[in-house]
Structure formats: structure tokens, C-alpha cells
């Protein structure tokens, strides 16, 4: 969890800005967002019923834009209580990394539509409030996909706005979850090798049998100084087969800062 | 830019119709799929159905034939409560808001071999030591310890006197009769005061799949030495059928040692960890998915067996005596 702090990651950001700052075509920017999630979910290994709740939720974005590519590193956080209709009640933690690169080496960056990729890595963590035993499950992936960009700026009233919407689906990867009862996945221990077991632990991701995909539509106010804020609608779901399911559906609404870096 | 803009409502309205397929609806509480959901979960997660010859499918058909629509939350509750029963398991509960399901059997039909006043009375008296959870007095230069249950956090502290007293008697008397269990933590703790070295006590496999058969490999259960010194002196551990669970796991932990010995009546039982469910009607229920073996694979949920058996004596009680800590002091200081 040490590498997520921001005590690593501002530093990183700030020596990596500095390097390709030389390159003087390139654009830097630092998003930081803040907000709620209502995340509705379902881990069979729990139970049949679905747990939902409002959970705090925050991203640190880095991107990078080229003129002919904008690289965007996305680092996510949520907590938060989840309940069910009768009360019983989860707490459920996520963390994750979000990278998109897209293409736009044919059109502006600052307009229109672009392809790109995504990858995603995201680690989820829940334990139950009213399970003695086996309360504790969790489940990982990190999977690639394709993405699409679109970005329509306009003016109001003399100030510069501009709508910005991002999805992106995960096709391929690899994950890992807990196992059919206790929290450690199937085949953990079966080994006397460690990187033996983490093969054993592991089972792919691949679209058809897991899915991943999300949106990120948000209405941007440029100022004057070239910073910006911005609010945010994220919508997302994920669904990891195999073993006991693990269904979740999350919309977040985020209020986010924009710092110009370069 | 317009028909661009489009394909981009078209994905919005893609993402949110992927809402009820990939997060389905909560299941109803309907009388029939509560009884589904109770019957299917037990079936693919229990632990013991192989070991006590239990035909689930013909108990399925026998209470379902008796679930209606219109079938009232109690008796609802009386009918799984019932199918439950069936498993003859002491981990296994069905929990509601007004009443909650057990099987005691494992204890019921034996000797109760415990008389809480005559030890209150008679050997732990009004100067007996309080080290947390672990009640304990000298009784003719041998330390006799009360541990009423497992679900007491014992600290190192407590231990470590507990142990210091030990050292300057000639053994231990371990009394854990009547205790239901709780935590493995404190079992293993306790244990760990008496063993001299590293050793298996145990293995245990967990249910890997819905399958009867479908558990994952034989993990050893092993008991470490405290860091501290250990006392390595004769223990003798008393047990009854009360004796269940994380008690039966320590009374084994216990019987692996050289220097320990257990007399009573073997322990009630409760070699499989439950696991938690909950029902669409909100109830939650639990029930066994491990199964852990002894090193001669017998099963801990049939109990463990006892070095030396012995009841508790009716004339004995009589005479203001506890025949299991006579017999024991008596071994102790032979």
C-alpha cells in the first residue's frame, strides 16, 4: 500500500514532469478528485444478497499530452460501509491503477473522438460485520482493453468549458480472488514454491467470462491561470467468474482540480 | 461531430443496460426460494455429508414437499430449522430475529462429568487466582487451572503466570470440561505454554467446490513452543462431551505432546470451522466446511478420545469430591 502514498507518488509525478518538460510540445497535468461512490455489489462467497452504499472516492490523475498522444496514469481509492435490505453490513476498500493512452495523431487533442487503450489493475478488499469466521474476501485483476475518447469544448458566457467523456473495456488480463470459502484463492499453498503457488492462484480474464468497463464524463471549467475544475460522473461495472462470482456495480460523482504542471 | 457525439450516448445507454445482467436482483424472500437457497448452499459448501452418511437429496425432497407460499415465518423457520437438524452438527445455527436453531446432542445424551459449585466449593475456594479467563489454585503442590471458555481472550500475561506458578508445583490439572469453544487463537496459545517443540497436531482441507468430495489438499495444523519458557512438566487435561470446537482442537493440540495426558469423556466434537450464509429473508445460518483430522485421520468432529475415561462419580459428588481432579492430582504426584 506504501506505493500508493502520496508521499511516493507527487515526488514521482514532479521528477518525471521535470524530465519530459524538456520535451517542449508536451503537456503536464495533475488531476485531483474527490467525491462518493454508491457501489451496489455481490460476492457469492458472502452470500446471494447485494450490498450497496455510499463510499468515499478519490482518483490522483498524471497525464501527459503529445501532440500526436495523451498518456493518463489514474490512481483510485474508495471506502466505504455496505449494506443490504436487512442491514447486515460489509466494509469494502478498493485501490487501483488506470492507465489510458489515446491517439491523435489525425485530429486535435483538445476535440473530437480518439482511440486509444485502457489498462486496469484494481484490487478489492471486503470484510464481512457479521461473519465470525471466513469474513474476510478480496479479488484482483489487471486487465487491457480498448478506449474511447471524446471531447467537445464550447464557450458560455466567455469562459471555456469543455465535456469530456472516456470508456474503456477490458478484454483481456489475468485476476485472482478468494477461494470457494476462505478469503486465500484456491491452490495458494499447494506448493512448496512461492511463484508455483501465485500460478495456481491466478486465472485469466477475458471478456465473455469477466467484464470490466467504465465511463468518465466530465463537464471541465478552464480558468484564466489555465488550471481547471471539473465534476465528474463515473459509472462502472465488473463481474469476475469462476469459483464464487464477485458482481459490482459503482457511479461515483467527483468534484476535481485540475493543476497545470507544464 | 454530432454522429460522433451519438455513438457515445449509444455506449452510455450500453453501459447502463448492463446493469441488471451483470449485478442481478437480490433474491425474493417467497418461502420456496428461501428454502432453495438454505438447501442449495448447504448442499455445495458442507463439509461432513460423505463422513456421516447423509443423503441431502432425500432430505430436500422430504421438507420441500412441505413449503408452500403461504407457509408462516414459523413455521417457515421450524421446517429449516428441522433439515438442519439432519446434519447432527453442533456448528450448525439458523439464526432469526426471534429464535435460533442448534443441535446439542453431541452432549445431551452423556454424562454431564461437571459440577461448576463442588470445583467453586471445594478446589478452587475463596483465594483462587484470576489470570484473565484462566482461574487457577494449587491443590496439593499441583496447579489446577479453569478455563471456561475459549471465546476469552487469554494475553501472554496471564500466561506467563500461569506457567511461573506451574514451574514450582509438580503438574498441571487443565480443566477445560464444559467449555464450548471460541477463538483457535487462545487454544493454540494456551497449547503453545506446554510444548517443548514444533509439532502436527492436525491437518485440516476446506470445500474447494460444490462437489461432496471437492476440498482442497490436507494442510498441517501445527503447534509452535511460546517464545517464552514453556513448561515442559505432566499436564493432565480434563474433558467432557461439553467440551466442543475450539476445545476439541485444543484437547488434540494437548494430545500430541509427550508430556500431557487427557482424562474424562472424550470431547464433544466440532472438527469443522462454519462457514456464514444469509438467507434472501435476511436470516443468517452457519455450517460446517472443513474437516480436520487427527494424525491418525480420525476426525475431530466425532470428538477426541480420552487417554484415561472416567465419569464422574455420584457418590464421590457426595462426598464433596471430583473424582476426574482426585484421580488427576493423584497421577501428578506419583
Known amino acids: 500500500m506504501r506505493f500508493f502514498s502520496p508521499y511516493f507518488i507527487l515526488p514521482f509525478l514532479l521528477a518525471f514532469g521535470a524530465a519530459t518538460a524538456a520535451f517542449s510540445q508536451t503537456k503536464g497535468n495533475l488531476w485531483l478528485a474527490t467525491g462518493l461512490q454508491l457501489q451496489s455489489g455481490r460476492d457469492r462467497g458472502f452470500s446471494p444478497m447485494i450490498y450497496s452504499g455510499n463510499r468515499s472516492f478519490s482518483l490522483a490523475t498524471f497525464g501527459i499530452e503529445s501532440p500526436h498522444k495523451t498518456e493518463t496514469f489514474q490512481f483510485e481509492f474508495g471506502y466505504g460501509p455496505l449494506t443490504n435490505r436487512f442491514g447486515n453490513s460489509l466494509n469494502s476498500l478498493s485501490a487501483g491503477v488506470l492507465n489510458y493512452t489515446f491517439y491523435h495523431k489525425e485530429s486535435p487533442a483538445e476535440r473530437g473522438l480518439h482511440w486509444g487503450w485502457a489498462n486496469q489493475n484494481v484490487f478489492n478488499v471486503r470484510r464481512h460485520n457479521g461473519f465470525t469466521n471466513y469474513s474476510l474476501r478480496y479479488d484482483y485483476f489487471t486487465a487491457i482493453g480498448p478506449a474511447l475518447r471524446y471531447i467537445y469544448p464550447f464557450e458560455w458566457k466567455g469562459q471555456s468549458f469543455r465535456w469530456q467523456t472516456v470508456a474503456h473495456w477490458q478484454v483481456v488480463g489475468f485476476q485472482i480472488k478468494s477461494g470457494y470459502i476462505g478469503a486465500d484463492p484456491e491452490g495458494l499453498s499447494e506448493e512448496e514454491t512461492g511463484f508455483g503457488n501465485f500460478l495456481r492462484a491466478v486465472d485469466p480474464f477475458f471478456a465473455g467470462k469477466d467484464w470490466s468497463m467504465g465511463l468518465e464524463s466530465s463537464l471541465v471549467w478552464t480558468l484564466p491561470t489555465g488550471n481547471s475544475l471539473a465534476i465528474r460522473y463515473r459509472p462502472e461495472i465488473s463481474s469476475l467468474g469462476g469459483g464464487q462470482p464477485v458482481q459490482r456495480l459503482g457511479q461515483a460523482v467527483l468534484v476535481m482540480v485540475n493543476i497545470r504542471l507544464w | ?334
Open chain 2, 1 to 334: 461531430m454530432v454522429k460522433q457525439a451519438r455513438y457515445f450516448w449509444i455506449l452510455v445507454f450500453f453501459q447502463f443496460s448492463c446493469e441488471q445482467w451483470v449485478l442481478p436482483t437480490a433474491p425474493s424472500p417467497d418461502a420456496i426460494e428461501v428454502f432453495d437457497s438454505l438447501w442449495e448452499d448447504v448442499n455445495d459448501r458442507y463439509s461432513f455429508f460423505s463422513h456421516k452418511g447423509i443423503d441431502w437429496e432425500q432430505v430436500r425432497e422430504t421438507y420441500r414437499a412441505r413449503v408452500s407460499d403461504d407457509i408462516g415465518q414459523l413455521e417457515l423457520y421450524e421446517l429449516l430449522a428441522d433439515m438442519l437438524f439432519e446434519l447432527r452438527d453442533g456448528h450448525v445455527n439458523l439464526s432469526t430475529g426471534f429464535n435460533r436453531s442448534r443441535n446439542w446432542e453431541w452432549y445431551q445424551e452423556f454424562p454431564v462429568n461437571y459440577d461448576e459449585n463442588l470445583i467453586e466449593q471445594e478446589y478452587l475456594g475463596r483465594d483462587y487466582w484470576i489470570s484473565g479467563p484462566l482461574l487457577h489454585q494449587v491443590l496439593d503442590e499441583v496447579l489446577y487451572v479453569n478455563y471456561r471458555s475459549f471465546a476469552q481472550r487469554i494475553s501472554e500475561a496471564n500466561l506467563q503466570v500461569v506457567v511461573e506458578r506451574a514451574k514450582r508445583t509438580r503438574g498441571v490439572i487443565i480443566d477445560v470440561r464444559n467449555n464450548g469453544g471460541g477463538n483457535l487463537s487462545n487454544a493454540a496459545l494456551l497449547a503453545s505454554a506446554f510444548a517443548e517443540e514444533e509439532m502436527e497436531y492436525a491437518r485440516q482441507r476446506i470445500k474447494s467446490g460444490p462437489g461432496p468430495e471437492e476440498f482442497g489438499p490436507w494442510e498441517p495444523m501445527v503447534l509452535s513452543p511460546w517464545e517464552e519458557d514453556t513448561f515442559t512438566g505432566l499436564v493432565i487435561v480434563l474433558t467432557n462431551r461439553r467440551s466442543y470446537s475450539a476445545t476439541s482442537f485444543f484437547a488434540q493440540m494437548m494430545n500430541t505432546l509427550p508430556n500431557a495426558l487427557l482424562l474424562g469423556d472424550q470431547t464433544g466434537g466440532g472438527g469443522g470451522t462454519p462457514v456464514f450464509g444469509e438467507l434472501p429473508n435476511g436470516w443468517t445460518y452457519r455450517f460446517s466446511a472443513t474437516q480436520t483430522v487427527d494424525l491418525e485421520n480420525r476426525q475431530l468432529e466425532d470428538g477426541v478420545l480420552v487417554d484415561l475415561r472416567l465419569d464422574l462419580d455420584p457418590a464421590a459428588v457426595q462426598r464433596g469430591e471430583d473424582n476426574l481432579i482426585e484421580a488427576a492430582i493423584s497421577l501428578l504426584r506419583r
